[in-house]
């Protein structure tokens, strides 16, 4: 997608430089597009803990060239199979929500044919990594293809008026290596005609909503309101919300869902204002080896100066600030568990699927 006007993915490798991976540093933006070079498996490991490479899909395929990157940096005197198992340990340790991370690392991991030989290895890796990193491109576009659908039904049902979905964190390009899951549908409506506009909650405490989303539809002009993270539940009981649409990091079999803490908030309350929520999500987000989300999927639990700091722009530099009485605890939980009950389906590559474990197994393997 684009940044004024250029078009950019959120992670490559540049033909002439095969040795290092790019990723635009999604903690500097929206005030400084940076481009961050990764040269090791041990930088990947970092952009992935700080957040400058963040979002279930871009995670598993920052992951997937960790392992390539690994790959490189062994030399004759390096034991590979165990180079190579412990790469993969390390990778899959750094953020444990996002099924995508170690889903993806397992299968570069497993796409190595024998431990023979260092260039082979590299080389398989690097095959591995771009493959996962073009089928979630491809993936995006398809849901785009099927959310699409949902947002023409209501443009209908509105006899035309503009379709306002609400949002949280950011299921944007940015989070996807191209297109983005809940942005897929709303940039294929806006090429349609069908007049969108987009409630962004800013998703405190590191705002990806009001720093990412925001940023990625103004770069696309689409119509988008920020929101506080509070404000919400007001919109859909004022009717001035059609459809929640927001990705999610791990779905059980039994359709529960984790996501950005906050999430869960906002699905009790479209159920309550009875709007439907719909999770835009890849199939590589799926966890199908457990039944149901609480007590299975693992919640990261993140520094509490998240919270007790905010960060911003102040005369033109990237400032920190304390939010709060010195010496305040805080804790940090980054995502939640939205139950299946609450969600009115996943729009996946493969089709609009059910939230229960019939639909889930049928559909997505
Ligand atoms: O902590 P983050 O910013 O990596 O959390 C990301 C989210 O919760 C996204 O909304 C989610 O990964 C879906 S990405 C399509």
Redesign the pocket.
Same mark, same amino acid.
């Given at each position: 997608m684009r940044i004024k006007g250029r078009s950019y993915q959120s992670i490559w490798i540049d033909p002439g430089e095969p040795e290092n991976v790019k990723i635009i540093d999604q903690a500097r933006l929206p005030f400084s597009l940076e481009i961050k070079k990764l040269c090791s498996a041990e930088d990947v490991y970092d952009a992935i803990y700080s957040?400058s490479v963040? =979002?279930?899909?871009a995670?598993g395929a920052a992951g997937a060239y960790g392992m390539y990157l690994a790959a490189l940096e062994m030399s004759s005197a390096t034991r590979y199979r165990e180079h190579m198992h412990n790469a993969a340990h390390y990778l899959i340790s750094c953020?444990p929500t996002?099924v995508n991370l170690s889903w993806a690392v397992t299968k570069v991991l497993s796409s190595i044919s024998d431990y023979g030989s260092k260039d082979k290895i590299a080389e398989e890796t690097r095959k591995a990594a771009d493959e996962i990193c073009q089928a979630e491109i491809d993936r995006c576009r398809e849901i785009g293809n099927h959310g699409i659908k949902l947002l023409r039904e209501t443009h209908k049902r509105k006899n035309g008026s503009a379709v306002n979905i609400l949002t949280?964190?950011?299921?944007g390009w940015l989070?996807?290596v191209d297109y =983005?899951?809940?942005t897929a549908p709303v940039y294929m409506a806006r090429d349609e005609g069908i007049p969108v506009h987009v409630w962004v909650s800013e998703t405190r405490p590191?705002n990806?909503g009001a720093r990412l989303t925001c940023f990625e539809l103004a770069n696309e002009n689409i119509s988008h309101t920020l929101v506080t993270d509070n404000e919400c539940g007001l919109l859909m009981q004022k009717g001035m919300v059609d459809i929640v649409l927001? =990705?999610?990091?791990r779905v059980a079999r039994n359709g529960d869902s984790a996501?950005?803490i906050g999430t869960y908030l906002k699905a009790l309350a479209a159920y309550d204002n009875n709007i439907p929520y719909y999770i835009a999500?890849p199939s590589s987000s799926f966890d199908l080896s457990i039944t149901e989300g609480p007590g299975s999927i693992p919640l990261e639990e993140r520094d509490p100066g998240e919270v007790l700091y905010m960060e911003g722009l102040a005369d033109g530099k990237i400032t920190r600030f304390r939010i709060c009485e010195a010496g305040t605890d805080a804790l940090n939980h980054?995502?939640d568990i939205t139950p299946a009950r609450l969600i009115k389906g996943f729009i996946t590559e493969k089709g609009i699927v059910k939230p229960d474990e019939k639909s889930i197994l049928e559909k997505i393997n």
């Amino acid at each position: 997608m684009r940044i004024k006007g250029r078009s950019y993915q959120s992670i490559w490798i540049d033909p002439g430089e095969p040795e290092n991976v790019k990723i635009i540093d999604q903690a500097r933006l929206p005030f400084s597009l940076e481009i961050k070079k990764l040269c090791s498996a041990e930088d990947v490991y970092d952009a992935i803990y700080s957040l400058s490479v963040r =979002g279930a899909p871009a995670i598993g395929a920052a992951g997937a060239y960790g392992m390539y990157l690994a790959a490189l940096e062994m030399s004759s005197a390096t034991r590979y199979r165990e180079h190579m198992h412990n790469a993969a340990h390390y990778l899959i340790s750094c953020r444990p929500t996002a099924v995508n991370l170690s889903w993806a690392v397992t299968k570069v991991l497993s796409s190595i044919s024998d431990y023979g030989s260092k260039d082979k290895i590299a080389e398989e890796t690097r095959k591995a990594a771009d493959e996962i990193c073009q089928a979630e491109i491809d993936r995006c576009r398809e849901i785009g293809n099927h959310g699409i659908k949902l947002l023409r039904e209501t443009h209908k049902r509105k006899n035309g008026s503009a379709v306002n979905i609400l949002t949280h964190c950011n299921a944007g390009w940015l989070a996807c290596v191209d297109y =983005g899951t809940v942005t897929a549908p709303v940039y294929m409506a806006r090429d349609e005609g069908i007049p969108v506009h987009v409630w962004v909650s800013e998703t405190r405490p590191r705002n990806q909503g009001a720093r990412l989303t925001c940023f990625e539809l103004a770069n696309e002009n689409i119509s988008h309101t920020l929101v506080t993270d509070n404000e919400c539940g007001l919109l859909m009981q004022k009717g001035m919300v059609d459809i929640v649409l927001t =990705g999610s990091d791990r779905v059980a079999r039994n359709g529960d869902s984790a996501n950005k803490i906050g999430t869960y908030l906002k699905a009790l309350a479209a159920y309550d204002n009875n709007i439907p929520y719909y999770i835009a999500v890849p199939s590589s987000s799926f966890d199908l080896s457990i039944t149901e989300g609480p007590g299975s999927i693992p919640l990261e639990e993140r520094d509490p100066g998240e919270v007790l700091y905010m960060e911003g722009l102040a005369d033109g530099k990237i400032t920190r600030f304390r939010i709060c009485e010195a010496g305040t605890d805080a804790l940090n939980h980054a995502f939640d568990i939205t139950p299946a009950r609450l969600i009115k389906g996943f729009i996946t590559e493969k089709g609009i699927v059910k939230p229960d474990e019939k639909s889930i197994l049928e559909k997505i393997n």
